[in-house]
C-alpha cells in the first residue's frame, strides 16, 4: 500500500512511525507548505515535496492521508483531495462531522475516489465501543470521558487565536462523576458536569495585559471547544511549557450502562477505556490501520465518504480470514 502523507506536524510524524511497523506500507512521499529542504524525515530516501507539486503524485499514491487540524485545515484540505486521491483524514470537530462528511462525500463519489473521515480513538475507537454498546443495551445510557491528556484540536484552534504563539490545551475527566458512572448510578450530567479544561498558554512577545484579557475571553467563548466547560487559562512563558508540558498524553473511558432480564432486573456497565502515552502516536496507528480499509475498499469498487462505522474489522489487519478465525474468533 503506497502511502502519501499531507502534513508533518506530530500527526504526520507518527503517520511515519506507524507506517514502519505494517510490512505492507511504504511510505512515498510527504507534502508540506513549508520549504521541503526545512523538513527533515525519520524515513531514509523519501521525498519531501511542496503541496504546490501534489497533484503530479496522483497516480502512485493508494491512499493519502491528510495530517492537517481539523479547526481550518480539514475543512478545505480533505474535500479538495479528494477529487483526486482515495484519502482519509482525523477531523474531530464532532458538532461538524455531519457537514464534513457530505463535502467530502460529494467530491469523492464524483471521482470514483474512497475517502473515511474521522478516524482516530474520538472519533473512531470509541465510536465504535459506543455502537456496539448501544445495539447490545439498548435500554441504557451512555457516557463518554476523556483524558487528563492533552487534546491536539483544542490545542490547534489555540494556536490560531491571533497573538498566541503557543499553547497545550488538558481535557480532565470530573472524578465524582466517573466514579458515579463506573457504580452503576446513572447520573445525568451535563458536559459541564463531565470535564473541565485547563489551558497553558504562551503569547507573542511584547503582549499587554489587554492582549491576556482578549485571548483569555476568545478561548472561553470559542463554539463547540470551550464554550461548554469550566475553562482555565494559564499565560506561561514558552521556557516553561517546553519543560512542563511538552508530552503529549491521552486517555479517555465510553460507558455503556443498561438493563437486561424480562423486567430489567439485571444491571450492567460496559467500559472501554485507552490510556496513551502519545496521542498522536495511537491517533496515527488508528489511521493506518482505516488506510488499509480505504484501499480495499477502492478495489472493490465502494467510493464515496465512509467512516468507522462502514469498515468490516477484517478490512483493518494484514491477516488473512482464516488467520483471523483460528488466532482471534
Known amino acids: 500500500m503506497k502511502i502519501g502523507i499531507l502534513g508533518y506536524g506530530n500527526l504526520g510524524k507518527g503517520v511515519e512511525c506507524a507506517i514502519k ?120 445510557n451512555d457516557y463518554t470521558f476523556w483524558g487528563k491528556g492533552v487534546s491536539q484540536g483544542h490545542s490547534d484552534a489555540i494556536r490560531r487565536i491571533a497573538g498566541v504563539k503557543n499553547a497545550k490545551q488538558y481535557t480532565i475527566p470530573v472524578e465524582s462523576a466517573l466514579a458515579a458512572v463506573r457504580g452503576g448510578e446513572n447520573p445525568e450530567l451535563t458536559t459541564r458536569q463531565k470535564h473541565t479544561r485547563e489551558c497553558f498558554v504562551v503569547l507573542e512577545d511584547g503582549a499587554t495585559e489587554a492582549d491576556k484579557a482578549r485571548v483569555e475571553k476568545e478561548i472561553k467563548e470559542m463554539p463547540n471547544y470551550f464554550a461548554d466547560y469550566d475553562t482555565t487559562v494559564n499565560f506561561i512563558s514558552e521556557a516553561e511549557l517546553l519543560r512542563d508540558h511538552s508530552g503529549i498524553p491521552h486517555g479517555g473511558f465510553v460507558f455503556r450502562t443498561g438493563k437486561t432480564g424480562w423486567n430489567n432486573e439485571f444491571d450492567n456497565v460496559i467500559e472501554y477505556s485507552l490510556k496513551l502515552d502519545s496521542n498522536p502516536a495511537f491517533t496515527s496507528s488508528v489511521i493506518v490501520a482505516y488506510a488499509r480499509a480505504v484501499c480495499r475498499m477502492n478495489k472493490e469498487g465502494m467510493t464515496g465518504c465512509k467512516t468507522v462505522f462502514d469498515v468490516p474489522p477484517a478490512y483493518l489487519t494484514t491477516m488473512s480470514n482464516e488467520e483471523i478465525r483460528a488466532h482471534l474468533l
Open 21 to 140: 511497523q505494517n510490512a505492507d506500507c511504504e511510505l512515498v512521499a510527504v507534502f508540506t507548505r513549508r520549504d521541503p529542504s526545512t523538513v527533515k524525515l525519520l524515513t531514509e530516501g523519501v521525498p519531501v515535496v511542496k503541496i504546490d507539486d501534489i497533484l503530479s503524485y496522483k497516480d502512485k499514491i493508494d491512499v493519502l492521508i491528510i495530517c492537517g487540524g481539523s479547526a481550518t485545515d480539514l475543512p478545505k484540505q480533505t474535500p479538495e483531495y479528494a477529487k483526486y486521491f482515495n484519502v482519509i483524514d482525523s477531523f474531530d470537530t464532532h458538532a461538524k462531522i455531519p457537514e464534513h462528511f457530505a463535502a467530502v462525500d460529494q467530491n469523492a463519489k464524483a471521482n470514483k475516489k474512497t475517502a473515511l473521515i474521522s478516524a482516530g480513538w474520538d472519533p473512531g475507537m470509541f465510536s465504535l465501543a459506543r455502537l456496539y454498546a448501544n445495539a447490545i443495551l439498548p435500554n441504557g
